[in-house]
């Protein structure tokens, strides 16, 4: 539902900047007009201070009526769409700002912050079904987990009953593997990781992580903006999948442009099929579902790199695969 501020009389955005615009017109001709015929009463020189202080008091008037009704209220509107961006998923949303200016700031404010409760209220409705769901559904799975596991220490259990109760077993641990998931998905999308970091700073923590690749990275001096933590679940995620994929070689470059920066992570493995490349950032979809994969680590990624103004795309490469990350300023 859209907010409604007060409804209080407000004059038109046309009507403040014609006006003030009238305003400076008018007080260029009054000067002229008062210089010529108070110059011979009582000096040019005293005439033109004169109409100069005039002037002065006269141009903050006008300037005070415009910080009044136009700086200030979109200053007002900035602080609480900034606010809105930091708070806390289980805060309220800050108080809406009561000083909208011109008629079409008010409308501006409004659609404003009724867009920021829509997307509240979508975020928490989101947040509020996957926890419902996964609380309801982890219920009777660790019933079912619990019953099988008491029928495979039991007696007299053919062959076909134990493949039969290992099959429960190993559906049982891919529906909880996949509520993790879920609930990892949604941390992503909550959890902030504000601040900068440099890849050349996380190089050795790589290596060491990951000793079997060959991490190397072009312009590394350019910090990109997420924390360091942030930027180690990115790492980790792309690192492993290269990792699984048979890489030995993997090359970071950092890219700026105007208004964002990139990061290219490119490998030297097998890459990804062109039937598969559509499908990878889709939640679930995985080609390793026998090793327990969930499909859902781009997923995951994809969504914490939205939280923080970013996106992931994949990049067709004539080897290997090479994902690109932008961050936008």
């Known amino acids: 539902m859209r907010p409604h501020l007060a409804r209080k009389w407000r004059p038109s955005l046309a009507l403040v900047l014609g006006g003030g615009l009238a305003g400076t017109l008018l007080l260029s001709f009054l000067g002229l007009v008062a210089l010529r015929y108070l110059g011979p009463e009582i000096g040019f020189r005293n005439a033109a201070a004169l109409l100069g202080i005039g002037i002065l008091l ?68 989101v947040r509020t079904f996957t926890d ?7 219920t009777p799975v660790s019933a079912i987990r619990a019953a099988t596991e008491l029928l495979q220490d039991g007696p007299g259990l053919t062959e076909a009953d134990q493949q039969l109760v290992d099959q429960v077993l190993g559906a049982t641990r891919q529906i909880e593997t996949q509520l993790a998931a879920l609930r990892a998905v949604t ?16 190089l050795p923590w790589a290596t060491a992580q990951f000793p079997f690749l060959n991490v190397t990275c072009i312009a590394p001096d350019h910090a990109l903006p997420l924390s360091e933590e942030g930027v180690k679940l990115l790492l980790t995620q792309l690192l492993s999948n290269a990792s699984e994929h048979g890489a030995k070689q993997v090359t970071l470059t950092v890219k700026p442009g105007e208004g964002l920066i990139d990061l290219l992570v490119q490998d030297d493995g097998t890459g990804i099929s062109k039937g598969n490349e559509p499908s990878i950032f889709d939640p679930f979809f995985t080609t390793k579902r026998a090793q327990g994969g969930t499909g859902m680590g781009l997923t995951i990624l994809r969504s914490m790199l939205l939280a923080h103004g970013g996106e992931i795309s994949y990049l067709p490469s004539p080897k290997g695969a090479c994902f690109q990350v932008r961050f936008f300023d």
Do not use: F
């Open 187 to 202: 941390k992503a999308r909550e959890t902030r990781h504000l601040g900068q970091c440099r890849i050349a700073e996380l």
């Open 132 to 138: 419902h769901a996964s609380h309801e559904i982890k």
């Open 58 to 125: 006269a141009t903050g008037v006008l300037g005070w009526l415009l910080v009044r009704l136009l700086l200030q209220p979109i200053q007002a509107l900035e602080h609480y769409a900034a606010k809105v961006v930091d708070h806390h998923r289980d805060q309220a949303l800050p108080e809406a700002p009561d000083h909208v200016g011109t008629r079409e700031l008010r409308k501006l404010a409004e659609n404003t912050i009724g867009m920021a409760t829509a997307l509240h209220n979508r975020e928490l409705s």
